[in-house]
């Protein structure tokens, strides 16, 4: 279920980027015309009615394999406690075989997603006609996730970095905390600045996986524009 609300809200952000993408731009204002009031509510009903068996078939893929790749996890540790090295060997590789394969499966299925929205196909032809675009634009493709990690790892930083230089501040300067007299004085900073660095990071994960999904989403309108023009 988790799996299947994160793909949704993913399809959704998809299908509104595209109908963003595809809308007119109006000469006299600048403005995109033409689009719905909320184009992510609407992405939302797209996938949770015409589109669900796509994105239910892509969640489960996933959910399967992830399942999969602990339990292969699992039997590893199991065999290196009992001792039995060749065992845990091979259950680390496939392991390792399976997280990658499972990370292919992910990004095969997002770029599915751009396909199933915009021409409404199943999400195996929808995956085969994705590739072979995004294969056809392999330098795009690459210059685009570099940046895209660039921007990711540098907003993470920022983010978290600025979490905790913030908690800092508050911690040494306001006397309910650096006041020994104070019921909420903290003694030892080091680890709350360390939690809310951590937090700050995990918030931020969240909108650079936006960014991630909509810069991947033009990129793909982007080309399907280009083939049609």
Excluded at 41 to 61: N, Y
Excluded at 128 to 151: D, E, R, S, Y
Excluded at 194 to 216: I, K, R
Aim: proline share 3%; hydrophobic share 50%; net charge negative.
């Amino acid at each position: 279920m988790y799996e299947l609300i994160g793909t949704i809200a993913k399809f959704a952000l998809i299908y509104a980027t595209e109908i963003w993408y595809f809308s007119p731009y109006n000469p006299v204002t600048g403005n995109k015309t033409g689009m719905p009031l909320v184009p992510l509510l609407q992405g939302f009903r797209m996938a949770t009615t015409w589109h669900l068996g796509s994105v239910a078939f892509g969640s489960v893929l996933i959910a399967t394999l992830r399942v999969i790749r602990a339990l292969g996890a699992a039997l590893a540790a199991h065999q290196t406690s009992e001792g039995n090295e060749v065992a845990s060997l091979a259950a680390k590789a496939c392991t390792c075989c399976i997280h990658l394969f499972t990370q292919w499966i992910e990004h095969v299925s997002k770029s599915a997603y751009m396909d199933i929205a915009m021409h409404a196909t199943d999400f195996c032809t929808a995956a085969t006609n994705a590739k072979a675009k995004l294969i056809g634009n392999t330098v795009a493709v690459g210059i685009l996730n570099g940046v895209t990690w660039v921007f990711t790892i540098g907003g993470l930083g920022t983010v978290a970095a600025a979490g905790a230089l913030v908690t800092h501040l508050s911690l040494s300067n306001f006397s309910a905390f650096n006041d020994p007299a104070s019921t909420s004085y903290v003694e030892t900073p080091g680890p709350i600045v360390l939690a809310a660095s951590v937090c700050s990071a995990v918030c931020a994960w969240t909108f650079m996986s936006v960014f991630d999904t909509v810069s991947d989403t033009i990129l793909y309108c982007f080309v399907v524009d280009e083939e049609h023009h």
